[in-house]
């Protein structure tokens, strides 16, 4: 270590226009409204109708909008990570496609696959090549059009999924804020209840593959359920005893958005209470490795310098971890985002 820690600077985000509510899923498939609020806390999710526009698309947006905000030219961005489990294809990988519609001439960078842990990984790996001095500006990027590998006639899976890509900005700090520590796990032993069989060198695409759904996201929810609770909750409250965090020290849990009882029993094993939670599972459902960093964008500005934040996934591999980081600057110099002004506008 240098005594360099990487701080996140600033972030930023983009959502498809297009809704789609419970009441548009209950004429898909056979559910309720009621049924998915009470299991899943969603009422509604974004989707990138477009077909010519893909994750790629929407991380570039993400950026460009972090990007205006600080008036950092693309040329000064060093590393680009993108993670996601829906590139716009296997190769080139999205953060090559994302350095050249940005135009980001000096950046190298590289997609990582860890689920919904996606960008909680990609923030720890970034980490590292600030706080070796190795990189400047680093921008991890989660983006996933989880629409396109959703089943839309299976209503295990359907209604909880959504697409959406959010960012922020690493650059080191040697005053002590930014990412302080992390926890990290996989378990490839559960690879089967939570996978994507088809399309890869295993199941490589055919009238096979197709026929038998292999394209798309399988999940064993009850199963998944069960390891996503106590792995989550593990985990967030591991990171706090060994760096001595009680519930009071920390200002919010910022938690992957699967399903609103896994947060509210992570929340509870941290002995912090629902005012401390970033939630807006009800708004975007479960956007995969852009669900954290849309957290991050929907409470900037009420965030303060030297805040604690914890944030928390768990997702498909299995993949999850937590990770303790002191907010390095004044969330309120910027304004609540458009998106939400609206929300509060309409209610
Ligand atoms: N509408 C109505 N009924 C439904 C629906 C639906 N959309 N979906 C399932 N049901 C039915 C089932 O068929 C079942 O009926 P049965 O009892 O007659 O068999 C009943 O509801 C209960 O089904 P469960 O699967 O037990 O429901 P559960 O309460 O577990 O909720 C859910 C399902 C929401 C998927 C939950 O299991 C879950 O959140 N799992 C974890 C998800 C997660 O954390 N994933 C990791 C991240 S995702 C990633 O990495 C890409």
């Not at 839309?152 to 990412?179: K, N, V």
């Not at 394209?215 to 909750?233: D, N, S, W």
């Amino acid at each position: 270590m240098t005594g360099i820690t990487a701080a996140i600077t600033s972030v930023g985000h983009y959502l498809p226009p297009d809704r789609m509510t419970n009441a548009d899923l209950e004429k898909l498939v056979d559910t309720s409204d009621e049924w998915i609020v009470s299991r899943t806390g969603i009422s509604e999710r974004r989707v990138l109708r477009d077909p010519d526009k893909a994750t790629a698309y929407m991380a570039t947006e993400a950026a460009r909008t972090l990007l205006a905000k600080r008036n950092i030219d693309p040329s000064e961005i060093d590393t680009i990570l993108v993670a996601t489990v829906t590139p716009d294809m296997f190769f080139p990988s999205t953060a090559c496609l994302v350095q050249a519609e940005l135009g980001a001439t000096n950046a190298w960078g590289f997609d990582i696959s860890a689920a919904c842990s996606g960008f909680l990984f990609a923030l720890t790996t970034g980490a590292r090549f600030i706080e070796s001095g190795r990189s400047k500006k680093v921008l991890v990027i989660g983006a996933d059009k989880m629409s396109t590998i959703v089943d839309y006639s299976d209503r295990t899976t359907c209604i909880l999924f959504g697409d959406g890509a959010a960012c922020a900005l690493l650059e080191p700090d040697e005053d002590g804020y930014g990412l302080r520590d992390y926890i990290e796990h996989i378990d490839g032993e559960q690879k089967d209840l939570l996978c994507m069989k088809g399309g890869g060198s295993l199941n490589p695409p055919s009238h096979n593959t197709i026929d038998a759904g292999l394209h798309f996201l399988h999940q064993e929810g009850r199963a998944v359920f069960k390891y996503a609770v106590t792995g989550m909750a593990d985990v967030s409250a591991r990171i706090m005893e060994r760096n001595n965090l009680t519930g009071d020290d920390v200002r919010y849990l910022v938690p992957h958005q699967a399903n609103l009882r896994i947060i509210d029993a992570t929340a509870r094993r941290m002995g912090i209470g629902s005012e401390k939670v970033m939630l807006n599972i009800e708004r975007y459902g479960n956007t995969t490795a852009a669900t954290i960093p849309l957290c991050l964008v929907d409470w900037e500005h009420e965030l303060r310098r030297g805040d604690n934040l914890v944030l928390a996934a768990f997702g498909g591999g299995f993949t999850w971890g937590a990770a303790w980081l002191r907010w390095a600057y004044d969330g309120s110099v910027y304004p609540i985002p458009e998106h939400l002004a609206a929300l509060s506008a309409n209610s």
